[in-house]
């Protein structure tokens, strides 16, 4: 009995530890398909109409706000796994003129802001560059 008790419970431990909650970015979560997260981005950067996509297994989207900042263009790539997208990457992107590296620390530091608030970071520092 008392190895019954003990497995159930190494059995929940395990799996509990197993189901991780992946995060959510821009209303899509990480690990999601990607019809699912083309009809999400579709509907908030696209103004709800279905969007051409030029790239396989890739949604692009241009002039796109996301947490209170401007970006030029955002990337969400999918990896597809026995036949079976899921969304692995984000790639948000803002040019800044060379000359004016001042607003683009400032936007940033503004990120950095609002990212630590929702996320778990995991690196500290930020690079003078």
Same mark, same amino acid.
Not at 32 to 37: A, D, G, K, L, W
């Given at each position: $009995?008392?190895?019954? *008790?003990?497995?159930?419970?190494? #059995? *929940?431990?395990?799996?509990?530890?197993?189901? &991780?909650? $992946?995060? %959510?970015?821009? +209303?899509?979560?990480?690990?999601?398909?990607?019809?699912?997260? %083309?009809?999400? #981005?579709? %509907?908030?950067? !696209?103004? +709800? &109409?279905?969007?051409?996509?030029?790239?396989? !297994?890739?949604?692009?989207?241009?002039?796109?706000?996301? +947490?209170?900042?401007?970006?030029?263009?955002?990337?969400?790539?999918? &990896?597809?796994?026995?036949?079976?997208?899921? #969304?692995?990457?984000?790639?948000?992107? @803002?040019?800044?003129?060379?000359?004016? @590296? %001042? $607003?683009?620390?400032? &936007?940033?530091?503004?990120?950095? +802001?609002?990212?630590?608030?929702?996320?778990?970071?995991?690196?500290?520092? *930020?690079?003078?560059?």
């Amino acid at each position: $009995m008392k190895n019954l *008790i003990a497995f159930v419970f190494l #059995l *929940i431990s395990v799996l509990s530890t197993n189901a &991780q909650t $992946m995060p %959510k970015v821009a +209303g899509v979560t990480f690990g999601q398909s990607y019809e699912n997260c %083309k009809s999400i #981005l579709d %509907k908030q950067y !696209n103004n +709800g &109409q279905s969007s051409y996509q030029l790239t396989a !297994n890739e949604l692009k989207y241009r002039d796109v706000r996301f +947490g209170g900042s401007y970006f030029d263009y955002v990337d969400f790539e999918f &990896q597809v796994v026995n036949g079976t997208s899921h #969304l692995f990457r984000i790639e948000f992107v @803002s040019r800044f003129d060379l000359s004016d @590296s %001042k $607003m683009a620390k400032a &936007q940033r530091d503004a990120l950095l +802001g609002t990212f630590k608030e929702k996320y778990e970071l995991r690196w500290d520092g *930020i690079n003078d560059d």
